[in-house]
Structures are given as C-alpha cells and as structure tokens.
C-alpha cells in the first residue's frame, strides 16, 4: 500500500518561495506517475505538476515557469519547488501518486494520495 507524507506547508508573502516535500513509501511499481494537486476552499482539486518514471513532467500553465517537480529516488521523496508565489497559490496542496505512467493531469486518475500540506500566500 503506498503512502504519502507531505510537508512544507507554511505562509509567506507574495514573491517568496517554498519547498514541499512528500515522502513515498510502499511504490512497489517500477512504472509510476508522481502528481502535485492543490485545492483551494470552495473550489475543486487541480492538478499542479506531475512527473513520471522516466522523469518526463508535466505542468498546469498557471504555475509554468514558477513550480518545479523533482523527486529524489534514494530518499523516496517527491518534491515542488514554488518560486514567484501569488495569493491564487493559496491551498491545500496533495501529494498523489498512480501507475503505470503519466496521462492527464487529473485527480480522478491518482489513486494514493497524501493528507495534504497547507500553502498561504498573502498579497
């Protein structure tokens, strides 16, 4: 059974930067799909970033340019580095994990996920 730990969470200031991290244990899957989600209060999940086996990555054209996934095999940790942070980054954000590879980047293709990690960013 996988699971998934986030943390990094925190509340900072517009323009500043943060780092989540998820740590993985029970991917027993050599072919997977790592994803990042957010969820914002009354609105619904959404897709963040993903980054498959292969290293391929995906991400949602709102944090382009901004948000880096990464992951570090020997630690079993996924992570999300957030530069250039906006209020509209505010949420609950989600580790997620599905096999065997990388498609859409949508929540109700990711079948493990974590407890999520609160990100504040304020103007």
């Known amino acids: 059974q996988v699971q998934l730990v986030e943390s990094g969470g925190a509340s900072v200031q517009a323009g500043g930067s943060l780092r989540l991290s998820c740590a993985v244990s029970?991917?027993?899957?050599?072919?997977?799909?790592m994803g990042w989600f957010r969820q914002a209060p009354g609105k619904e999940r959404e897709g963040v970033a993903q980054?498959?086996?292969?290293?391929?990555?995906g991400y949602a054209d709102s944090v382009k340019g901004r948000f880096t996934i990464s992951e570090d095999n020997a630690k079993n940790t996924l992570y999300l580095q957030m530069n250039s942070l906006k209020p509209e980054d505010t949420g609950m954000y989600y580790c997620a994990a599905r096999t065997p590879w990388c498609d859409f980047l949508r929540p109700a293709l990711f079948g493990s996920w974590g407890q999520g990690t609160q990100v504040t960013v304020s103007s």
């Open positions: 029970g991917l027993t899957h050599s072919r997977y799909c």
């Open positions: 980054i498959g086996y292969s290293g391929s990555t």
